[in-house]
């Protein structure tokens, strides 16, 4: 069973950052894409960020470019488990939303991604940029 936990949301002024967590659990294997999503109040969920847990391709929606960064722990020698953080740098109010990690495994990222390729979702963290 594939469980995702976020971590670091939380509300911060124009112009701070954040860093949010998200450790995905019961994997069976090492090639997932995973990545993260966020939802404004009142609107359709989009992609933020994903990344390819067996490499290192990385995909960014235009918004964000430049300053969120996804990263992974390459530490760690499981494979069961795996963890992806977003670095968020330069935070506008615009930024706020409902913020979701995601999996979709044995996937590899594509540079067009649809969120129904996910199959597994984080309980969401909530992120408020104040102007």
């Known amino acids: 069973q594939v469980q995702l936990v976020e971590s670091g949301g939380g509300s911060v002024q124009s112009g701070g950052s954040l860093r949010l967590s998200c450790t995905a659990s019961?994997?069976?294997?090492?090639?997932?894409?995973m990545g993260w999503f966020r939802q404004p109040p009142g609107q359709e969920r989009e992609g933020v960020a994903r990344i390819y847990t067996a490499g290192t391709d990385t995909y960014y929606t235009d918004s964000v470019k430049g300053r969120f960064t996804i990263s992974q722990d390459n530490a760690s020698q499981d494979n069961s488990k795996r963890t992806v953080y977003l670095q968020m740098n330069n935070l506008k109010p615009e930024d706020t939303a409902m913020y979701y990690c995601?999996?979709?495994?044995?996937?590899?990222?594509?540079?067009?991604?649809?969120?129904?390729?996910?199959?597994?979702w984080g309980q969401g963290t909530q992120i408020t940029v104040s102007s």
């Open positions: 019961g994997l069976l294997y090492a090639s997932n894409c």
């Open positions: 995601a999996i979709a495994t044995f996937h590899r990222c594509d540079s067009d991604e649809d969120e129904a390729a996910f199959g597994y």
